[in-house]
């Protein structure tokens, strides 16, 4: 890598970590952003940057892993992160105390500005006990909002394959499980 390139990265690194990446935590966005990959490829004029080869980027909570990140930038500002992999996956701590949304599928698109992912073919999101999966999902982060569609093409009335599927866990406590009662005692006859 030359120097001009050198000095193309960092001012990337340094326009990364100014945009507001998360709206889940706050102490996120005052986190450093990390990008590491096999291969960088930063068109300053076009306003993108493309990372292929075992992507990982990271910024607090959030944890973006793919085949290939491409990130476009608006104003100087992170407009869109698009990533592909098999599966690409996104993870956040949405807010202290929750559980951390997992979101994997082919193509993840994170609006960072809208604070929106959507995600395509063969999409799944996981938070705690819940599982969301279709085709496509559409999911809000900041409102925490989801909307989930089937596949369309090849469907046929009745199969279960290419629709959406959600998983909640049972809303019903446990019954108290009781101690066993004791065995009989037996007791001792007396010799004659």
Sequence with gaps: MNLKNLK?????MILLSAAPVAQALDSDRQQPLKIVADTAVIDEKDGTALYTGNV?????????????LKIRTENGK???????GDPALFSQVPEPNQAEVIAKAKNIDYMVRDQKLLL??????VQ?????????IVY???SQRLQA???TQDHQPGDIKGRVEMILPSAAEPAPQTAPAPAPTEKAIPAS
């Design 8 to 12: 193309q990265l960092t001012c990337w």
């Design 120 to 125: 395509k073919r063969k999409a799944s999101i």
């Design 56 to 68: 990982v980027l990271t910024q607090g909570t959030l944890r973006i892993a793919a085949d290939s």
């Design 78 to 84: 992170v407009d869109i992160v698009m990533a592909e």
């Design 149 to 151: 569609l089937g596949q």
């Design 128 to 136: 705690g006990e819940n599982i969301f999966r279709g085709e496509e």
């Design 140 to 142: 809000e982060i900041q």
